[in-house]
């Protein structure tokens, strides 16, 4: 059973505008939220994340919702840029046994055209 | 700059050979260090939690005995594939647990391959 959920596994968008890309978790005990990039033959990279008491955080072009009633959460690139064409991966934590435990989404592959 | 090195990168190797990869964060100490696994087009999924100077915490499904994971030091965390079949090959990828109120930093990974 899978508890972060991205259903989108891909999308495109042209530069300027604005990427949303989407995530669905199941347990309600996950209180942080994060979202990486990661680019072919590299690690993910952390771009973003969010404390389940806030709804919003914001850094420069990357903007994460968390909407905590209907689980859910999603991010805001704009505008894109071909540079931002990249899986990006949602991820949640939970206090399991003190360890910051990250459950993962199967990711959402963004490509950004010219 | 680079926050966790890992190594090998790519590995290709015969069935039955033991594997290690090498997870070393590089801009502090980590007292726990996490490997995961990715299969493709699956997520990222632990498999244990490498704890420095105590046994890793290994999730459910993940055999011990195959997966040896030794956090030595607080800078060094190893992953033996203990006699490696082609079901074992995957992208394996280990991340460094700073404070509690920092991300994850993730190594580059390591594709292993079992002929």
């Known amino acids: 059973d899978q508890q972060v959920k991205q259903n989108s596994p891909s999308l495109s968008v042209q530069e300027g505008r604005i990427s949303i890309l989407n995530c669905d978790y199941t347990?309600?005990?996950?209180?942080?939220f994060l979202w990486y990039k990661k680019y072919p033959a590299e690690g993910p990279t952390f771009l973003i994340s969010i404390s389940s008491i806030k709804d919003k955080n914001e850094d420069g072009r990357f903007t994460v919702f968390l909407n905590k009633s209907a689980k859910h959460l999603s991010l805001h690139i704009v505008p894109s840029q071909p540079g931002d064409s990249a899986v990006y991966f949602c991820a949640a934590s939970a206090s399991w046994g003190g360890s910051e435990k990250l459950v993962f989404g199967k990711g959402t592959k963004l490509t950004v055209n010219p | 700059g680079a926050v966790v090195s890992q190594h090998p990168s790519w590995v290709i190797c015969k069935s039955g050979t033991s594997v290690k990869i090498e997870c070393r964060s590089l801009d502090f100490q980590a007292t726990t260090m996490f490997w995961y696994r990715q299969f493709p087009k699956q997520s990222l999924m632990l498999m244990a939690t490498s704890n420095e100077g105590s046994k890793a915490t290994y999730e459910q499904g993940v055999e011990k005995d195959k997966f040896l994971i030794n956090h030595a030091s607080l800078t060094l965390s190893t992953l033996t594939v203990t006699s490696a079949h082609p079901e074992d090959s995957s992208f394996y990828i280990c991340?460094?647990?700073?404070?509690?109120?920092?991300?994850?930093?993730f190594g580059d990974g390591t594709r292993l391959s079992i002929l």
């Open positions: 347990n309600s005990m996950f209180d942080y």
């Open positions: 991340s460094v647990h700073g404070t509690s109120n920092q991300p994850q930093h």
